[in-house]
Nanobody
């Protein structure tokens, strides 16, 4: 079974940057669609950014477009989320998830494999 571990969360001031990593074990992430999702206090989990297999098509929720970049590092079997110009509303627990099917970020309930999450807090 695919296992995912997130890292890179922390406390950052508004305008700062963080880089989250989703590391996989037991199987290669090359063959999985991967997404980053977040859950803010009192809110439902939402899709932030997703990347497909194959040509690596990416998509982002409108609120992070131009600030976040999702990418694969196949040599390290990871998927990263570079987060720039962070805002207080980016605060939440960030999860990575993967599935062998072609899924969009809106289909978060369909993703089969999930990490435990990493906390991101944007505050001055």
């Amino acid at each position: 079974q695919l296992q995912l571990v997130e890292s890179g969360g922390g406390l950052v001031q508004p305008g700062g940057s963080l880089r989250l990593s989703c590391a996989a074990s037991r199987f290669s992430l090359d063959y999985y669609a991967v997404g980053w999702f977040r859950q803010a206090p009192g809110k439902e989990r939402e899709g932030v950014s997703c990347i497909s297999t194959g040509n690596g098509t990416t998509n982002y929720v409108d609120s992070v477009k131009g600030r976040f970049i999702i990418s694969r590092d196949n040599g390290k079997n990871t998927v990263s989320l570079q987060m720039n110009n962070l805002k207080s509303e980016d605060t939440g627990i960030y999860y990575c998830a993967a599935d062998w099917r072609t899924l969009s970020c809106n289909q978060l309930d369909e993703y089969a494999y999930w990490g435990q999450g990493t906390q991101v807090t944007v505050s001055s």
